[in-house]
Nanobody
Framework: DVQLVESGGGSVQAGGALRLSCAAS????????MGWFRQAPGKEREGAVVRNTRTRSTYYADSVKGRFTISQDNAKNTLYLQMNSLQPEDTAMYYC?????????????????WGQGTQVTVS
């Protein structure tokens, strides 16, 4: 059974940085796509960063482009999200997601596996 466990969230002042981690029970190299989604109160879950784990082709939402960077360490089966220049509008619950299927999109319905989320609050 696949399990994804996020960590690294917290509270930070505007302009600060955080690094989120997502530890996978399976091999990250076995997933076709992995990504980070976020959901702010009263809003829909949105894809922030999605990566094809084989080609390393990466989608960044316009709102995070140039500030967020995704990376993966296959030896540790861990996905990371480095978030710099954080702003109050980045406040949300951040979720790690994974899919075994290639060719999917960047919406939450395109991912089969989810972590429990980690809260990021920027003030």
């Amino acid at each position: 059974d696949v399990q994804l466990v996020e960590s690294g969230g917290g509270s930070v002042q505007a302009g600060g940085a955080l690094r989120l981690s997502c530890a996978a029970s399976g091999k990250t190299s076995s997933f076709a796509r992995m990504g980070w989604f976020r959901q702010a109160p009263g809003k829909e879950r949105e894809g922030a960063v999605v990566r094809n784990t084989r080609t390393r082709s990466t989608y960044y939402a316009d709102s995070v482009k140039g500030r967020f960077t995704i990376s993966q360490d296959n030896a540790k089966n861990t996905l990371y999200l480095q978030m710099n220049s954080l702003q109050p509008e980045d406040t949300a619950m951040y979720y790690c997601a994974a899919s075994l299927l290639y060719g999917g999109g960047t919406s939450s319905s395109d991912f089969e596996y989810w972590g429990q989320g980690t809260q990021v609050t920027v003030s």
